[in-house]
């Protein structure tokens, strides 16, 4: 009778199991990513190597303690847009073409440079398929909130992207606007004030405000909170790009600037000049951090106290799963200001240095083990995998098999150490391309174990730097290149590289002809490709071009032709003028005649202007005229 009423009890507990396996799997958890705009791995309480950050960040070190933080994440760019198309998209930046801000233009060369960063596209595209499209096709309300920044044109708007929702202003972000100034534009309690300060008080706690201090008004953070109010009835997917604490760096917070003037030691700043002290002394910056960090307190209090109608008996808090990162790191000057100072880790945004691509990240939510610190490589790309296996979404194979990252669930809720692909490989390396800005700048990197390797794409050869020592700390600061010392490493590191740029078909930095002189460069220049002839038929829309016999051979030839949103009529019933944010340049492929002379391609409708850019076997990049078309 024991063994019979044992054998009842287990089948009734596998019974039950069975159905609470089903509720749970019936209730799809919600999702929010908190992503903020160039916080420095350094910026925060959660890493705090060498001396601590004078920034106070309590909400975060909260989340941290409710999470596990990540010390070796990173952004998949070092600047803006790359990073944010890649999240959305789960694409590496050499898979969407952006790999730098302001793309859709015809290349230029960089400053005092000899040479021009490629060609990238301006933005995410209709066949980009995002993380929003992904969860809206499995239920879930998407809601984007904050800065965009991957395309301008209507087609590449939020709600054309996947977003149900979209509040896309700069909120308590919006910079003075002459003559005002940061130190003329505090926001005040008057009730006609766009800005008007909370009555609530919030830390931090001061001699003359023991209670708290009064925070301005942040449409941004309000939206937030509106979408997930407005939407708790269904599983809710928030993308809070916030536009902190990027450049302007000011704040409409006057007790919260004069907290940090008193905790750094110094006069509360009287006439509106830039901030040329050395490391983390920027009293403008660190109230942005702290404005930052009372938004996800803001979002976080509002998740907790509010009841998840869906799973009674629980809050929203613990059914939604939170993810807070940066899309690149630290600037370290703006505008005249020294900003901050990512320190340790070397440069900072719009370099593939450490400093310029390791970010804070900290990811909670339910069934993730508490006040967790992980050193496994991740990378923002994961997030999208990730997030359709946390909320059980599928998506058409064609998408699914062509994400760059990798779903990190193990790590997450079974506490494992390390990350594994589809195939049960674990994870050891990451990489980035970035060929822009200066030369030194133009750079593609790995990062496989203790080790990074660079390669400069204008002097050709590699750097090396071993970042750890068999997991302990070695020169983070990555002032000891090694490559010298250390053949094999190089070896094995550049060919995985070149592996990458290869199959994922990286554009490079080409020489720009109108720089060049052929006496400097065995007479190459004078033997670049020639356009000698471009005719557009205006009845098939077909481009021909000639090139010049006996010049070097064109290994990549394309045309880019600009495409534009429609333009709106005045009220006059004239039709306006085209905008910088109206119009962007696409790439096209030419096809290739007789004796690779001859290309032609077929102008697509709508299209209003066209021009031809050939890359020559010596890397030169020759580019045609350009033709507006009626």
């Known amino acids: 009778m024991k063994s019979l009423l044992t054998a009842l009890a287990i089948l009734l507990f596998f019974s039950n199991y069975g159905i609470s396996q089903e509720k749970k799997d019936l209730i799809k958890p919600n999702v929010i990513i908190f992503y903020v705009d160039d916080l420095g791995w350094q910026d925060t309480e959660l890493n705090n190597l060498d001396e601590p950050s004078p920034w106070e960040t309590p909400n975060i070190s909260k989340l941290a303690k409710d999470g596990i933080t990540f010390t070796n994440a990173y952004s998949p760019a070092p600047t803006c847009a790359p990073s944010r198309a890649a999240l959305l998209s789960g694409l590496h930046p050499t898979k969407t073409g952006v790999t730098h801000v302001s793309g859709g233009a015809i290349p230029t060369p960089a400053g005092r440079s000899d040479y021009m960063a490629p060609f990238f596209p301006k933005g995410l595209m209709p066949e980009n398929f995002t993380i929003a499209e992904a969860l809206k096709m499995n239920g879930y309300k998407t809601g984007h909130v904050g800065k965009w920044h991957v395309g301008t044109l209507d087609i590449q708007e939020s709600t054309n992207q996947g977003f149900d929702f979209a509040y896309e202003s700069r909120g308590a972000h919006q910079g003075p606007k002459k003559p005002d100034n940061r130190l003329t534009e505090f926001a005040t309690h008057q009730k006609n004030d766009p800005y008007q300060l909370s009555d609530e008080k919030y830390p931090p706690f001061t001699k003359a405000s023991p209670n708290g201090i009064s925070y301005p008004k942040d449409m941004v953070t309000e939206k937030a909170l509106e979408f997930i109010e407005s939407n708790k009835e269904e599983p809710f997917f928030l993308y809070l790009a916030h536009w902190l604490v990027h450049a302007p760096i000011h704040t409409k917070n006057k007790e919260l600037l004069q907290y940090y003037s008193d905790k750094l030691g110094i006069d509360f700043p009287k006439v509106d000049i830039p901030i040329k002290t050395e490391g983390q002394t920027n009293p403008f910056y660190g109230s942005m951090v702290t404005t930052l960090d009372w938004s996800l307190g803001r979002v976080v209090d509002l998740l907790k106290k509010t009841d998840d109608p869906r799973n009674p008996g629980k809050k929203l808090y613990e059914t939604t799963y939170i993810i807070f990162s940066s899309d690149n790191g630290g600037v370290e000057k703006a505008n005249g200001d020294i900003v901050t100072d990512n320190f340790p880790l070397d440069e900072g945004k719009k370099y593939a240095q450490e400093g310029g691509i390791r970010v804070p990240m900290v990811i909670s939510g339910p069934d993730i083990p508490k006040a967790n610190t992980k050193d496994v490589l991740i990378n923002q790309l994961d997030f999208f995998p990730t997030i359709l296996n946390l909320t059980e979404s599928k998506i058409p194979a064609k998408y699914s098999s062509n994400l760059d990252g990798l779903d990190i669930s193990n790590v997450l809720l079974s506490n494992e150490s390390v990350v594994k692909n589809n195939k049960g490989e674990t994870r050891e390396e990451l990489w980035w ?9 133009m750079q593609s990197a790995i990062r496989r174990g203790d080790y990074k390797l660079y390669k400069n794409h204008i002097e050709g050869n590699y750097e090396l730097y071993r970042l750890y020592n068999d997991g302990k700390r070695a020169d983070l600061e990555e002032m000891h290149d090694i490559a010298d010392k250390s053949p094999e490493v190089v070896k094995d590191l550049s060919s995985r590289l070149e592996k990458y740029l290869k199959d994922y078909n990286a554009q ?36 021909s071009i000639t090139l010049e016999k006996g010049k070097t051979r064109v290994i990549e030839p394309y045309a880019l032709v600009k495409i534009a949103t429609k333009l709106k009529k005045k009220k006059n019933g004239k039709t306006g003028k085209y905008g910088k944010h109206d119009t962007t340049y696409i790439k096209i492929p030419l096809e290739s005649g007789k004796n690779n002379l001859e290309y032609t391609f077929t102008v697509p409708e709508g299209v209003i202007e066209y021009g031809v850019i050939l890359i020559d076997e010596n890397r030169f990049m020759v580019q045609g005229e350009f033709h507006k078309i009626n």
């Open 433 to 441: 391309h970035f060929p822009h800005n200066q030369d030194h700048q």
């Open 508 to 543: 490079y930095p080409y020489k720009s002809p109108s720089k060049f002189k052929s006496e400097g460069n065995n007479g190459t220049a004078a033997s670049i490709p020639v356009i000698v002839s471009d005719a557009f038929d205006t009845n098939s829309r077909k481009v």
